[in-house]
């Protein structure tokens, strides 16, 4: 069994699929099964350790010519169905921002993003879609989050947004983990483009809370190193804490005990 990362529309997303009998190369196009139909998608990765198999969809083939055309024409529809879903929900006075359409590689479904500031009712702009689509319609309806993963963006820290190359899952952020890092609680420090709290606050929180075992909080009186004094500020990933002793500042350095 082959296990090979797959990306679809250009996204660096990464899904994983598996082949019993296809021997494949980065950079193949490939017809893949989904839990929403077929997809048109490339490999580019290779997996060598093992995964969770069980969890795994198949690669279907290799794509062909056809299908490369055939994925065109999708991407050609499906815009021509996000400016017809926008028409019919001004005409229905529907209250919601669409950002993206998409048909799967077999046409089975055809899924709309959109945005809004309550719940839509959008049964009858389901109903006039499948009328003229001859197809499912899928409207998802997403949250800040998800759109900033959609569209994408550099962050705060100069790089590719978290949520729009690796993050597969947008996991719940909250703002103890901000003040767990030490950081100041303005909102333009700690929020990502979405104006949600940034991701990877999330991720980086075990590191911060293993690192953070057994050093001081700022304002408690310590004494280490033949220095006595009060904590003044304390640098978790260092593991050194300054200490106001008798109005000089002295720097303390807490060593990592990774058995503790």
């Known amino acids: 069994m082959h296990i090979y990362g797959v990306v679809f529309n250009d996204h660096k997303k990464i899904s994983y699929f598996k082949s019993d009998n296809l021997k494949l190369d980065v950079d193949n196009y490939v ?3 989904t839990d929403k139909g077929w997809q048109y998608g490339k490999i580019i990765e290779i997996v060598e350790e093992e995964k969770n198999n069980d969890s795994l969809k198949n690669i279907v083939r290799l794509a062909t010519k056809n299908d490369y055309n055939q994925y065109l024409k999708n991407l050609k529809d499906a815009e021509l169905a996000l400016k017809e879903a926008k028409k019919l929900a001004k005409e229905l006075d529907l ?3 669409f950002l993206s359409a998409a048909f799967t590689f077999d046409r089975k479904q055809l899924l709309f993003n959109f945005i809004a500031d309550e719940r839509i009712d959008f049964r009858e702009l389901a109903k006039k879609l499948a009328n003229i689509y001859k ?3 899928e ?6 989050r998800d ?4 569209v994408g963006g550099i962050g705060s820290c100069g790089r590719e947004q978290c949520c729009a190359s690796f993050l597969k899952n947008l996991e719940s952020v909250s703002i103890n983990m901000a003040k767990n890092q030490n950081l100041a609680l303005n909102p333009s420090k700690i929020n990502g483009n979405c104006g949600r709290l940034l991701c990877c606050l999330n991720y980086e929180d075990d590191v911060y809370t293993k690192l953070k075992k057994g050093l001081p909080n700022v304002g408690q009186v310590i004494t280490k190193e033949n220095v006595t ?7 978790i990933l260092k593991r050194k804490v300054k200490v106001d002793a008798n109005n000089e500042i002295v720097e303390v350095e807490y060593p990592y005990e990774s058995n503790k």
């Not at 409207?139 to 800040?144: E, F, K, R, V």
């Not at 759109?147 to 959609?150: F, G, I, L, Q, R």
């Not at 004094?229 to 640098?235: A, I, L, T």
């Open 31 to 33: 017809i893949v099964d």
């Open 95 to 97: 209250n919601m921002h």
């Open 135 to 137: 197809t499912r319609i």
């Open 139 to 144: 409207l998802h309806q997403i949250g800040a």
């Open 147 to 150: 759109k900033a993963s959609m």
């Open 229 to 235: 004094g009060k904590v003044v500020s304390v640098d």
